[in-house]
């Protein structure tokens, strides 16, 4: 197995929970927020996939999905453009409102087929080359993008958290 089957499939389980902790929840269920100054199902999946759009496309040097296919617009969010939710108050998580859980998938589903495409074209050597050389040491294509793959993980369990969260108080 090469390294970039093994992001392929890691980003392919980040794909699988996402619409997993989606899966028919309504608005109610997707901006319930157990405490003022949590997040909720729909920021954490909002969040994750502006982090993977941002950090992928420029990582590749592509365009992100957020801008170059309308989500943006088609969500509608009182945010800067380019806000990809990192420090988030309580306040600004509040201003992320969805229309559905298909909104979300969308948008997830449109950055991983990005994503796939930008992972497919890798070759192992690809993984050395640096992408920011703000940090020291400087970061790698592969440290970039196994950083996302954590991050991303890690929003996601929160979201399934507080997914069994919501059903234990509905049982």
């Not at 909002?46 to 957020?66: C, K, P, S």
């Not at 050597?125 to 940090?135: A, F, Q, S, T, Y």
């Not at 970039?144 to 929003?155: A, C, E, G, I, K």
Request: proline content about 4%; aromatic content about 8%.
């Amino acid at each position: 197995m090469h390294a970039k089957d093994i992001l392929i499939d890691g980003y392919g389980r980040i794909q699988e929970e996402v619409h997993a902790a989606l899966d028919g929840l309504g608005p109610d269920g997707l901006h319930f927020r157990p405490d003022p100054g949590t997040n909720s199902i729909a920021w954490l999946v909002w969040h994750l996939t502006r982090v993977q759009d941002d950090h992928i496309a420029d990582a590749f040097g592509l365009d992100q999905v957020w801008l170059s296919q309308g989500w943006e617009k088609r969500f509608g969010l009182d945010l800067p453009r380019h806000d990809t939710g990192y420090g988030h108050s309580p306040a600004k998580v509040a201003k992320v409102r969805v229309e559905s859980a298909g909104q979300l998938t969308g948008y997830y589903d449109a950055v991983h087929e990005q994503t796939l495409g930008a992972l497919r074209s890798l070759a192992a050597k690809d993984l050395e080359g640096v992408v920011d050389e703000r940090w020291d040491p400087p970061v790698t294509l592969g440290v970039r993008l196994v950083s996302v793959l954590s991050d991303d993980l890690q929003h996601i369990g929160q979201a399934a958290y507080l997914r069994g969260l919501l059903q234990s108080a509905a049982a």
